[in-house]
């Protein structure tokens, strides 16, 4: 644990300057100088620990009331997946031996929250969020977009999976568009994700995996339709509705079929969890915020008009937004 972060880049240079000063003095000098300097120095340290972030409680510890409001309040129209998460996090965080990382699946329609949802995910585990140097975000076709180097990829993303746990074994792993990620880079990824003690020296267990893809989506859409169809409210909507849509359908599917055929039959991930579409008043909820993110003050009257030009599917009813709440930010400046 100690060395684990003893090797974290500039956080503990005091540390490390300290021991090698003292190592050529003898023993007993060393304790007593290292007593009189350990006083001296906490608060440089301290300081230290301040400016520059460290693999060490000030900087990541999990919030669990600072992510229930945050779900509660700016997530919207996700009461499952807002469960699911706020659970499975705060199970995960809460538990000192974790067997395994924690490896979290999210599946939905385009624009319904799933990047937004592991940014305030990180937002309430790091001081420094997204920014941290302690999360990473993957994005397959960014990060990995030809097929033919996928040996150099697959080299370089096991080094840096290796390299940034050792260096803090509270690292967090999202990968965007999953299901447009090369199977084998997938396969490389996996003994990450089991039950191991440790590899090569190294444990991932305090890790956190999360994957984004649309994989699924269509089904859950269909769920959410056969419900708003049978005149169900939405938020009757659990889990257990969603599950075999999601698992039934990920099987099925081409495309992501393989990549989750492997996850889920060694069990590597923890929780699938589900994103429902949005629907025209969560356009409205999503616009509103992002007046205020603008710096307008909410006007409920321009939000309605851009809520009302965006597209909605099926045809006829117009329940679901085709592109949820990604396009907001840039088409409400058409309407400001
Ligand atoms: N359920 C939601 N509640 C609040 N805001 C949302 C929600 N869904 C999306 N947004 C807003 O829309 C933006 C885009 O959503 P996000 O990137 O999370 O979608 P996504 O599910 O990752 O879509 P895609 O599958 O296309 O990647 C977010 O940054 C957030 O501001
Ligand atoms: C946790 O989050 C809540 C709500 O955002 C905030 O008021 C509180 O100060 C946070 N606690 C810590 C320890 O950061
Ligand atoms: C950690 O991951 C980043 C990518 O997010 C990579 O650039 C960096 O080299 C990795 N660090 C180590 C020590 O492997
Ligand atoms: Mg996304």
Not at 228 to 233: A, V
Not at 263 to 285: A, G, M, R, S, T
Request: glycine share 6%.
């Amino acid at each position: 644990m100690r060395s684990a972060w003893l090797l974290s880049a500039g956080c503990v240079l005091w540390v490390c300057s300290l021991t090698a000063a003292i190592e050529p003095i003898s023993t007993s000098i060393a304790v007593g100088m290292a007593a009189a300097l350990t006083g001296f120095l906490a608060g440089y340290q301290n300081m230290f620990y301040y400016f520059n972030e460290c693999c060490r409680p000030e900087w990541i510890s999990y919030n669990k009331t600072g992510l229930k409001y945050d779900l509660d309040t700016k997530l919207y129209g996700q009461h499952v997946a807002g469960q699911v998460i706020l659970k499975a996090v705060t199970g995960f965080m809460n538990n000192k031996k974790p067997k395994k990382p924690l490896v979290l699946s999210l599946h939905g329609w385009t624009g319904t929250g799933k990047n937004f949802v592991s940014q305030l995910l990180a937002e309430n585990i790091y001081v420094k969020g997204m920014e941290s140097s302690f999360v990473h975000l993957f994005t397959a076709t960014a990060h990995f977009p030809h097929e033919i180097h996928i040996d150099t990829y697959k080299t370089q993303l096991q080094d840096w999976i290796r390299g940034n746990v050792s260096i803090c074994p509270r690292s967090m792993f999202i990968f965007d568009e999953m299901d447009k990620m090369h199977p084998g880079l997938i396969d490389s990824i996996k003994p990450y994700l089991d039950f191991y003690d440790n590899l090569n020296g190294v444990s991932y267990r305090e890790a956190i995996f999360i994957f984004l893809s649309n994989a699924g989506g269509e089904n859950i859409v269909q769920v959410a339709l056969d419900f708003w169809k049978d005149g169900k409210e939405r938020e009757e909507i659990q889990l257990k509705h969603l599950e075999t849509a999601l698992s039934l359908s990920v099987f099925n599917n081409k495309n992501s079929g393989f990549w989750h055929t492997s996850l889920i039959d060694k069990n590597l991930v923890d929780f699938f969890v589900p994103f429902l579409p949005l629907e025209y008043k969560h356009i409205i909820q999503c616009g509103l915020a992002e007046m205020i993110a603008k710096g307008h003050s909410p006007d409920k009257e321009v939000v309605e008009k851009m809520a009302h030009d965006l597209n909605y599917f099926p045809k006829e009813e117009r329940v679901f937004s085709m592109q949820g709440c990604k396009v907001i930010p840039s088409r409400l400046d058409f309407y400001i």
